[in-house]
């Protein structure tokens, strides 16, 4: 169904595009949804088959940043405690452990950035020690990871999904981004079983079982690792051309919080910091604790444009599950969906057809109809913290979604964000004119009979001609 608003005539050519591109044979199959609505005068200029519920992707980060900039602000950082339990004696030994306390911090020990990298994050830990006057701990170090829940994936994640790097999920006690680097070689015939060159973070209490063989020259690297959240084991399947000596691809990383207890543990006794006792995360903390330092995150603003930007699932869960402990002291997945719908009734939206199981999108249990994305993205440019989200979504010129987005004047301004997985593409958005005038709109395709490159030029047509749009009275 389409509709027309009082601007009908502006958007004639824009449902002309839309009915020739339905024609084509590659979208024969395929659902296609449609919202252009005028932010400024709050008017709806066109719809295509707006109600029905689809497949959101990565369009859901949309809600969950959104959301977090409403509650959070964008200057807020997630925390996190270094404490201890026992008695220091004038020797400088311990005689207690060593806690660290997670609320949430999805870059915790992360190597995207230098100021949360593993190197900086234990020599921080290290000099607080140390300065604590702690020389040796005769005790543990314990990671405390009790702020979430401990699912850390939804149940409706895909199992191709939760081995590899993007479907780590979260936890709130995280660890190098709940990745394992792996990184793999050829050998030296096609079939032969691909090499594993080395891993980080090393020594890893991890199996991996490597099923990846060597393919011909001409075919393109296919690995995908398979493995649950609470497994120490990663199976390794796929194809790596011959030839390839040394090529990077990434793991979830089971039980981060132990990982991380692990790995502070040996770093600390290789630098001067002996610990006696074994790594082990803990559920529940010493009548007592000195409180050694409070670590915090990058900004949420920060974390909000990772989310956007460079679709980071692992950001967007984080946020998601710690909206649920803002509302219900509980950080999971229905707390999260509770605290969205109490979100979606402020801002005087009726969720209808809209269903929203976690914060990245992942799930394919998500749907989400255009009318109603694109009517939440007007209500939420109208909001004090609205620019500040149009921020964290990114220039189109700056974004992986450059090539699918047409060039603006340069005096106008096109911000977008892409939701993508298998059989499904969306694309949702503002585009403000030379004069300040900002529509929304909102593009979702699902079950298309063509790559997703031949889907995206379909959809670069389809906003090219929403750019162009006169919104003016």
């Not at 900039?69 to 339990?85: A, C, E, I, M, N």
């Not at 040796?136 to 170090?141: N, P, Q, S, Y």
């Not at 990745?179 to 991890?206: C, F, H």
């Not at 394919?364 to 109208?382: G, I, M, P, W």
Request: proline share 4%; with cysteine.
């Amino acid at each position: 169904m389409t509709t027309w608003s009082a601007y009908g005539q502006n958007t004639d050519y824009l449902d002309f595009v839309v009915r020739r591109s339905r024609l084509r044979p590659l979208m024969s199959h395929s659902t296609l949804s449609i919202c252009v609505h005028d932010v400024t005068n709050d008017t709806t200029l066109y719809t295509y088959d707006a109600d029905h519920a689809l497949l959101p992707a990565a369009l859901n980060k949309l809600f969950t940043t959104a959301a977090g900039f409403s509650r959070l602000g964008k200057d807020f950082r997630f925390k996190t405690q270094l404490v201890y339990g026992g008695t220091l004696d004038q020797r400088g030994i311990l005689h207690g452990d060593l806690y660290i306390i997670g609320q949430g911090d999805p870059l915790m020990g992360s190597a995207r950035f230098k100021s949360t990298s593993p190197d900086t994050l234990f020599g921080k830990i290290a000099e607080n020690l140390r300065n604590e006057g702690i020389r040796r701990i005769e005790g543990h170090v314990y990671t405390d990871a009790t702020l979430f829940d401990d699912e850390m994936v939804h149940p409706t994640w895909q199992w191709n999904d939760i081995g590899n790097y993007y479907g780590a999920g979260v936890s709130s006690l995280n660890f190098n981004e709940n990745n394992i680097s792996v990184y793999l070689a050829a050998g030296k015939e096609v079939g032969d079983t691909v090499k594993i060159l080395r891993v980080y973070p090393t020594d890893l209490p991890v199996t991996f079982i490597n099923h990846a063989v060597t393919g011909p020259a001409d075919t393109a690297s296919e690995v995908c690792f398979y493995g649950s959240p609470t497994e120490n084991v990663r199976i390794i399947r796929g194809v790596i051309p011959l030839g390839v000596r040394d090529t990077l691809l990434r793991a979830s990383m089971p039980n981060p919080p132990y990982i991380l207890a692990n790995q502070l543990t040996r770093y600390l006794t290789t630098h001067g910091i002996p610990v006696t006792g074994d790594p082990a995360t803990t559920t529940t903390l010493p009548p007592r604790v000195h409180v050694i330092n409070t670590i915090e995150s990058p900004r949420y603003d920060e974390m909000a444009r990772l989310a956007n930007c460079t679709t980071n699932n692992m950001c967007a869960e984080a946020i998601y599950k710690y909206l649920g402990y803002y509302q219900e002291g509980m950080g999971d997945y229905a707390n999260g969906n509770r605290f969205m719908n109490i979100y979606f009734h402020e801002l005087g939206l009726t969720a209808d057809g809209v269903k929203m199981v976690d914060g990245s999108g992942l799930s394919r249990d998500n749907h989400v109809t255009s009318r109603f994305l694109c009517q939440f993205l007007s209500r939420v440019a109208h909001q004090p913290y609205g620019a500040d989200f149009q921020a964290s979504m990114g220039l189109s010129s700056q974004t992986g979604e450059r090539q699918v987005l047409p060039r603006v004047p340069a005096d106008c301004m096109l911000v977008v964000k892409g939701g993508i997985m298998t059989g499904v593409r969306g694309y949702a958005g503002y585009y403000t004119d030379a004069s300040g005038h900002t529509l929304s709109f909102a593009i979702i395709s699902n079950n298309y009979d063509c790559t997703g490159e031949e889907m995206d030029l379909v959809i670069k047509s389809i906003i090219e001609e929403i750019t162009k749009l006169n919104t003016r009275d």
